[in-house]
């Protein structure tokens, strides 16, 4: 079992910045990736930014250019840096932990509010 809890959300103006960091705690031992999702209210769940299994990163359209994910030292850690927030980033951001146990865990979210 792995848990995953994620933080740095907030109330932020358009153009601002946020750093969004996630923690995966437990059998670490197995986690292959971490990435990044969003859920903007009333829409499904998307992609903004993950690594992949073989350690590169994928973007989303949208966060190109604007986001960057990076991870710690320690394996079970992932951010997500924000910049140039927009209205349409409004979101509640969840980290997504992929094992190489063919299963994934997902955090509670962090909510991100673009609004002047």
């Known amino acids: 079992q792995v848990q995953v809890v994620e933080s740095g959300g907030g109330l932020v103006q358009p153009g601002g910045s946020l750093r969004l960091s996630c923690v995966a705690s437990?059998?670490?031992?197995?986690?292959?990736?971490m990435g990044w999702y969003r859920e903007p209210p009333g829409k499904q769940r998307e992609l903004v930014a993950t690594?992949?299994?073989?350690?590169?990163?994928n973007y989303a359209d949208s966060a190109k250019g604007r986001f960057t994910i990076s991870r710690g030292n320690a394996k079970n850690w992932v951010y997500l840096q924000m910049n140039s927030l927009k209205p349409e980033d409004t979101a509640v951001y969840y980290c997504?932990?992929?094992?190489?146990?063919?299963?994934?865990?997902w955090g509670q979210g962090t909510q991100v509010t673009v609004s002047s």
């Open positions: 997504k932990v992929s094992t190489n146990l063919a299963a994934d865990y």
């Open positions: 437990g059998s670490i031992f197995s986690i292959s990736h």
């Open positions: 690594f992949t299994r073989a350690g590169s990163t």
